[in-house]
């Protein structure tokens, strides 16, 4: 029988997978508005397909462990897009964890985007860009940097995310097994590891050259 996420009776384990990524916990209204969405998350899931994860604690790493890491990396006020972000992962849950940031959502899938609009307007989150596009359509060279889960082949994704960078921008690829991906006009220039439940993942920042 499928199974479907359902909010621990402990409440979401958000404090325990932040921990274990080494990020410290944020504030009570950050933590609040990420139980928030993960609720409306497993509420939508039992009428559509929004996520594969089959319990509450698999669903709470799913779509913070990506954006726990990113976190820490950013610099301050950047611009960032997550192209295909399905659910929010990771771009909406950077935006919540780096309220700072700038972040751009883009999906092109309709119910996709119905629940995110309607998360961002439950948390009142009026200055996260939600767009119903494809990556290819965006417009090239607006972001400082650009991150993408699952969406595109790695070497794709890299090839597209350096066309949406600025010159000296960053894009994102993450990786559960594979080699590192190439493209031109880029170059690797930090790599990082991190374990999940689901197993080891790599996060790898590409340069875009000027």
């Given amino acids: 029988m499928d199974r479907?996420?359902?909010?621990?009776?402990?409440?979401?384990?958000?404090?325990?997978?932040?921990?274990?990524?080494?990020?410290?916990?944020?504030?009570?209204?950050?933590?609040?508005?990420?139980?928030?969405w993960l609720d409306r998350l497993a509420e939508w899931n039992a009428k559509?397909?929004?996520?594969?994860?089959k319990d509450g604690a698999a669903l709470a790493w799913l779509m913070l462990a990506d954006a726990?890491?990113?976190?820490?990396?950013l610099a301050p006020n950047v611009s960032i897009v997550d192209v295909g972000t399905g659910a929010g992962a990771?771009?909406?849950?950077?935006?919540?964890?780096r309220p700072d940031l700038r972040v751009t959502l883009v999906e092109p899938l309709r119910k996709r985007v119905a629940f995110l609009r309607t998360v961002l307007g439950e948390l009142r989150r009026s200055d996260v860009t939600l767009l119903e596009k494809r990556g290819e359509s965006l417009e090239p060279g607006v972001f400082d940097e650009a991150v993408s889960r699952a969406t595109l082949a790695p070497d794709e994704w890299l090839a597209l995310g350096t066309r949406l960078v600025r010159p000296g921008g960053g894009v994102w690829v993450m990786l559960a097994q594979g080699d590192a991906p190439e493209?031109?006009?880029?170059?690797?220039?930090?790599?990082?590891?991190?374990?999940t439940p689901g197993g080891g993942r790599r996060l790898l920042r590409y340069a875009r050259r000027t």
């Fill in 4 to 36: 479907r996420p359902e909010r621990p009776a402990a409440g979401w384990p958000i404090r325990e997978v932040l921990a274990s990524l080494s990020l410290p916990a944020p504030g009570a209204e950050v933590l609040a508005s990420i139980a928030r």
């Fill in 68 to 73: 726990a890491e990113l976190a820490g990396e």
């Fill in 48 to 53: 559509m397909d929004l996520t594969a994860a």
């Fill in 183 to 195: 493209a031109p006009g880029c170059a690797l220039d930090r790599a990082l590891e991190y374990a």
């Fill in 90 to 97: 990771p771009g909406l849950g950077l935006a919540l964890l």
